[in-house]
């Protein structure tokens, strides 16, 4: 089913420039961003596996996923009933049915919906600002998104550990200024810094998001990879982010 008829008012379908794939946004709530883009470039999936992404929104993720990689299956849990809804009539339009699974429900009960250690890749594209941090009006779909209002980055990475078998590897997008929080309760977690990025705005600005992959109980050894940058002088993407979206 490829029709404007599965959108509802106030919905439009946007183009993701993968095999075709579209998804349903509704601007009067939350629309994915450059982060979530970002977190399907840097997430590896190999054949096979079995991937959850925690907070899925609409299912960016999931729907970039199923399109980059040959990974098996892919679930998004998202606890917004509208969100989830938008999610699952995404994958209808694009036809994913027998790929993706979209759940209704919390990132804390998480554990209760899935078999333990059951999926070989955990995403997530978290709140990245506490509860009392920065300004938020009401619980609506933007702040639920932004702010720590609905669950903590400790109980996405509670969940994380598990749900994930062990070697499994967690991949993540989150703020440089919550480094110490992120480094802190991962290895309270057992959920080991294996790679970092830092992603920059442009090249002589400081960095605006860390991408990560952790790996449940992995031995101790990080690597730091060269940063990336999103924009050029001239306000355009750089070719490295090009080929994030368009490759």
């Known amino acids: 089913m490829r029709s404007n008829s599965i959108a509802k008012e106030h919905e439009r379908i946007d183009d993701l420039h993968r095999n075709g794939y579209m998804i349903l946004q509704d601007p009067k ?3 994915f961003g450059v982060d979530a883009v970002l977190l399907s470039g840097f997430a590896q ?9 925690l907070g899925t929104g609409t299912g960016v993720i999931p729907i970039l996923l199923e399109a980059k990689t040959q990974g098996a299956h892919f679930t998004g849990l998202e606890i917004q009933e509208e969100s989830a809804d938008m999610a699952r009539r995404s994958v209808i339009l694009n036809q994913l049915e027998h790929k993706i699974t979209i759940t209704t429900g919390d990132i804390k009960e998480a554990p209760t919906y ?4 059951s999926f070989d890749v955990v995403t997530s594209n978290p709140p990245y600002m506490q509860a009392g941090g920065g300004l938020h009006n009401s619980y609506g779909a933007k702040a639920i998104a932004r702010h720590e209002l609905l669950c903590t980055w ?6 994380a550990d598990k749900l994930l ?4 590897r967690f991949y993540f997008i989150h ?3 919550r480094l110490t929080d992120i480094m802190v309760t991962l290895r309270q977690y057992r959920l080991e810094p294996k790679r970092m990025c830092f992603v920059h705005s442009y090249r002589d600005k400081e960095p605006v998001m860390v991408l990560m992959e952790a790996v449940r109980r992995g031995n101790p050894m990080l690597k730091v990879e060269a940063p990336w940058v ?6 355009e993407y750089t070719e490295e982010i090009k080929k994030i979206y368009y490759e």
Do not use: T, W
């Not at 899935?114 to 250690?117: D, H, L, R, T």
């Not at 999103?230 to 306000?235: F, L, T």
């Open 114 to 117: 899935y078999e333990a250690a």
């Open 230 to 235: 999103i924009y050029q002088d001239n306000g």
């Open 154 to 159: 400790e109980d996405v990475v509670r969940s």
């Open 165 to 168: 078998k062990p070697g499994g």
């Open 175 to 177: 703020r440089p200024h």
């Open 29 to 31: 709530r939350f629309c």
């Open 45 to 53: 999936v190999k054949k096979g596996e079995r991937v959850l992404d």
